[in-house]
C-alpha cells in the first residue's frame, strides 16, 4: 500500500525549492491567484489551499516540481483546464499544485500516419480544428470540449457525444510522456499501428487522474475527416418509448454516430438558455446523427426513425440542413450550463447497459420526486451513458442535503442495475466510497499495488480515486 506523505514542510521551504529550478513566470504564491486553482467544477468536495503553483510551459518544469515534492514529501496535485466534475484536481492543503493548462502546442500532426503529438493543455474543440484543417478527424468529443483540456480527457478517459460509434479517449491514445514521481520521464507507447511489445502502461496512465503521474504530451490516433453528418430527432410522449427506441437501435444493428436523449426538463433549460424554440409538449427527445456520407447516411437516418415511429414517437423529423442540426447538437451541448442558471448542479454520470435504461431513468425520476430536487437527465444514450443533474439551492442546507443524498441514490440504483459510477468523469473525491463497492476488495488492492509501485511515498493525488 502506498504510504501516505509525511507532514508537509513550511510553504516558505517548499516556494525557495521550487524558485531555485524555475523561471519566475512559472511559480505563482500570491493568495489571490492561488485562489483560481483551488477546485474544479465539483460539489461537495473539499479543497485545500496550496503552498505554490506550478505554471508548467515544458516538462522539464514538471520534472523539477516532482523531484522538489518527492524530495520534501510535499503532495502533488496536477491540473488542466479545471473543468473536472469528481474534485480530482482540488487542491490540497499544502500541495503544490502543478498545471499543464500553459502547454498548449500542437507538436506535429503526421498526415501519412495520421497521428497528433500535442501537448496536453490544448482545448479539446482547438485540436479538433487543427486536425481537421489538414484533413483529419479526432473523435472524442466530450460536451465540454471548447473548454476541456486534452490534458483533463486523458485524465479521465474523457467520452463524448459521438462515442457511439467512435469509442471514447483511450481508444486513440498511442503513446505517452509522463513525469513519474520522481520526476523521471516515462515514455509509453509507440507511432506504429499495431505494436503489443510489453505491458500496455499506455492504457494504465489513461484514466487515472493523476495519481501515478504527470502526462506532458500525447500522441493521438487520428481518423480520415468524417463525411457531412446528416441529423434527425424524435420527441416521444413517455421517456419509456424513448428509451425503447435506444435499445431497438442497438439490437437492430444500426451504428449512428451519434444517438442523444434529453428529457423535458432538459428540454426546457436549454429553450430558456438559448432562447430556442424546441417543443416542450414532449417527455423526451433523441438526436441521433449518420455521417456514413450520400445516400448511406440518408437511409441509416431514415431507418433509425423508423424505429422511433414504431416505438412510439410522435414526431419524427430530419434536418433540412447542417445548421439545423448544429441547433440541435447545441442545445445538447448547452444543457450543464443552461441548468446552472436554475441554481447549483450536481452532475452524475453513471453508465448502465443499454437494455436497462428505462428502468434507471425512470429510477432517476422517483429518486427526483422522493427527494423533492429537480433533475435534468440527458444521456449518450447509444452509450447507456447518463448525466443525470440534480439543481438544488445550496444557500439552503436541507435542499443541499436532500440533494446530495439522490445523487448517491443514483449511483446505488446504476449498480444495483449492472452499471458503473462514472462513464466519462472519472471518480475524483466525489465518487471515491462507490468506487470501492463497485472494484471489490481484490480489485481494490490491486489499484493500491499499482500505485504503490509507481508513488511508493504516496504524493501524486493522494486521497484522490481510493484511500490510500
Given at each position: 500500500?502506498?504510504?501516505?506523505?509525511?507532514?508537509?514542510?513550511?510553504?516558505?521551504?517548499?516556494?525557495?525549492?521550487?524558485?531555485?529550478?524555475?523561471?519566475?513566470?512559472?511559480?505563482?504564491?500570491?493568495?489571490?491567484?492561488?485562489?483560481?486553482?483551488?477546485?474544479?467544477?465539483?460539489?461537495?468536495?473539499?479543497?485545500?489551499?496550496?503552498?505554490?503553483?506550478?505554471?508548467?510551459?515544458?516538462?522539464?518544469?514538471?520534472?523539477?516540481?516532482?523531484?522538489?515534492?518527492?524530495?520534501?514529501?510535499?503532495?502533488?496535485?496536477?491540473?488542466?483546464?479545471?473543468?473536472?466534475?469528481?474534485?480530482?484536481?482540488?487542491?490540497?492543503?499544502?500541495?503544490?499544485?502543478?498545471?499543464?493548462?500553459?502547454?498548449?502546442?500542437?507538436?506535429?500532426?503526421?498526415?501519412?500516419?495520421?497521428?497528433?503529438?500535442?501537448?496536453?493543455?490544448?482545448?479539446?474543440?482547438?485540436?479538433?480544428r487543427a486536425v481537421e484543417a489538414q484533413g483529419l478527424y479526432y473523435p472524442p468529443d466530450?460536451?465540454?470540449?471548447?473548454?476541456?483540456?486534452?490534458?483533463?480527457?486523458?485524465?479521465?478517459?474523457?467520452?463524448?457525444?459521438?462515442?457511439?460509434?467512435?469509442?471514447?479517449?483511450?481508444?486513440?491514445?498511442?503513446?505517452?510522456?509522463?513525469?513519474?514521481?520522481?520526476?523521471?520521464?516515462?515514455?509509453?507507447?509507440?507511432?506504429?499501428?499495431?505494436?503489443?511489445?510489453?505491458?500496455?502502461?499506455?492504457?494504465?496512465?489513461?484514466?487515472?487522474?493523476?495519481?501515478?503521474?504527470?502526462?506532458?504530451?500525447?500522441?493521438?490516433?487520428?481518423?480520415?475527416?468524417?463525411?457531412?453528418?446528416?441529423?434527425?430527432?424524435?420527441?416521444?410522449?413517455?421517456?419509456?418509448?424513448?428509451?425503447?427506441?435506444?435499445?431497438?437501435?442497438?439490437?437492430?444493428?444500426?451504428?449512428?454516430?451519434?444517438?442523444?436523449?434529453?428529457?423535458?426538463?432538459?428540454?426546457?433549460?436549454?429553450?430558456?438558455?438559448?432562447?430556442?424554440?424546441?417543443?416542450?409538449?414532449?417527455?423526451?427527445?433523441?438526436?441521433?446523427?449518420?455521417?456514413?456520407?450520400?445516400?448511406?447516411?440518408?437511409?441509416?437516418?431514415?431507418?433509425?426513425?423508423?424505429?422511433?415511429?414504431?416505438?412510439?414517437?410522435?414526431?419524427?423529423?430530419?434536418?433540412?440542413?447542417?445548421?439545423?442540426?448544429?441547433?440541435?447538437?447545441?442545445?445538447?451541448?448547452?444543457?450543464?450550463?443552461?441548468?446552472?442558471?436554475?441554481?447549483?448542479?450536481?452532475?452524475?454520470?453513471?453508465?448502465?447497459?443499454?437494455?436497462?435504461?428505462?428502468?434507471?431513468?425512470?429510477?432517476?425520476?422517483?429518486?427526483?420526486?422522493?427527494?423533492?430536487?429537480?433533475?435534468?437527465?440527458?444521456?449518450?444514450?447509444?452509450?447507456?451513458?447518463?448525466?443525470?443533474?440534480?439543481?438544488?439551492?445550496?444557500?439552503?442546507?436541507?435542499?443541499?442535503?436532500?440533494?446530495?443524498?439522490?445523487?448517491?441514490?443514483?449511483?446505488?440504483?446504476?449498480?444495483?442495475?449492472?452499471?458503473?459510477?462514472?462513464?466519462?468523469?472519472?471518480?475524483?473525491?466525489?465518487?471515491?466510497?462507490?468506487?470501492?463497492?463497485?472494484?471489490?476488495?481484490?480489485?481494490?488492492?490491486?489499484?493500491?499495488?499499482?500505485?504503490?509501485?509507481?508513488?511508493?511515498?504516496?504524493?501524486?493525488?493522494?486521497?484522490?480515486?481510493?484511500?490510500?
Amino acid at each position: 500500500m502506498s504510504a501516505a506523505p509525511v507532514s508537509s514542510p513550511p510553504a516558505s521551504e517548499v516556494v525557495a525549492a521550487l524558485a531555485a529550478g524555475l523561471p519566475e513566470n512559472v511559480l505563482v504564491t500570491d493568495p489571490a491567484r492561488m485562489e483560481s486553482y483551488r477546485h474544479d467544477r465539483a460539489m461537495f468536495c473539499p479543497a485545500g489551499v496550496p503552498a505554490a503553483v506550478v505554471l508548467a510551459r515544458e516538462t522539464a518544469h514538471v520534472q523539477h516540481a516532482l523531484r522538489t515534492a518527492s524530495r520534501l514529501g510535499v503532495p502533488v496535485v496536477p491540473q488542466g483546464a479545471l473543468s473536472g466534475l469528481s474534485g480530482a484536481a482540488n487542491a490540497i492543503e499544502g500541495c503544490i499544485v502543478v498545471s499543464t493548462a500553459p502547454m498548449t502546442q500542437v507538436l506535429e500532426i503526421d498526415t501519412a500516419n495520421r497521428l497528433v503529438v500535442t501537448q496536453p493543455g490544448i482545448f479539446n474543440a482547438d485540436l479538433s480544428r487543427a486536425v481537421e484543417a489538414q484533413g483529419l478527424y479526432y473523435p472524442p468529443d466530450p460536451s465540454s470540449w471548447e473548454f476541456c483540456s486534452i490534458g483533463g480527457n486523458l485524465s479521465t478517459n474523457s467520452g463524448g457525444l459521438c462515442c457511439v460509434k467512435y469509442g471514447v479517449t483511450t481508444d486513440y491514445v498511442m503513446g505517452l510522456e509522463v513525469v513519474l514521481a520522481s520526476g523521471e520521464v516515462l515514455r509509453t507507447g509507440r507511432r506504429t499501428v499495431k505494436g503489443v511489445a510489453g505491458y500496455d502502461l499506455t492504457k494504465l496512465f489513461v484514466g487515472s487522474e493523476g495519481t501515478l503521474g504527470v502526462i506532458t504530451e500525447a500522441t493521438l490516433m487520428l481518423r480520415p475527416a468524417a463525411q457531412r453528418p446528416r441529423t434527425a430527432a424524435a420527441l416521444f410522449p413517455s421517456m419509456r418509448s424513448a428509451t425503447d427506441t435506444v435499445a431497438a437501435v442497438v439490437a437492430e444493428g444500426h451504428v449512428p454516430s451519434l444517438l442523444e436523449l434529453m428529457d423535458a426538463v432538459s428540454i426546457r433549460a436549454a429553450n430558456e438558455y438559448l432562447r430556442s424554440d424546441l417543443p416542450e409538449d414532449c417527455a423526451a427527445m433523441l438526436i441521433w446523427q449518420s455521417d456514413s456520407g450520400g445516400e448511406v447516411a440518408a437511409r441509416e437516418v431514415t431507418a433509425i426513425g423508423e424505429v422511433a415511429t414504431r416505438c412510439g414517437a410522435t414526431d419524427v423529423v430530419e434536418a433540412d440542413d447542417p445548421a439545423e442540426g448544429e441547433l440541435l447538437l447545441a442545445a445538447r451541448r448547452a444543457v450543464l450550463t443552461a441548468l446552472e442558471a436554475w441554481g447549483t448542479t450536481l452532475v452524475d454520470d453513471v453508465c448502465v447497459p443499454r437494455t436497462r435504461l428505462g428502468e434507471f431513468i425512470d429510477g432517476i425520476t422517483a429518486i427526483g420526486e422522493r427527494r423533492g430536487v429537480v433533475i435534468g437527465t440527458v444521456a449518450h444514450a447509444g452509450d447507456g451513458n447518463t448525466h443525470p443533474n440534480v439543481v438544488f439551492d445550496a444557500s439552503d442546507e436541507d435542499h443541499a442535503e436532500r440533494a446530495r443524498l439522490a445523487f448517491g441514490e443514483i449511483m446505488d440504483l446504476g449498480l444495483e442495475l449492472g452499471g458503473t459510477i462514472t462513464g466519462e468523469h472519472g471518480v475524483g473525491v466525489l465518487k471515491r466510497e462507490w468506487l470501492e463497492r463497485e472494484v471489490g476488495p481484490v480489485g481494490l488492492s490491486v489499484h493500491r499495488a499499482v500505485k504503490a509501485a509507481l508513488d511508493p511515498t504516496g504524493i501524486l493525488n493522494p486521497g484522490k480515486v481510493f484511500s490510500l
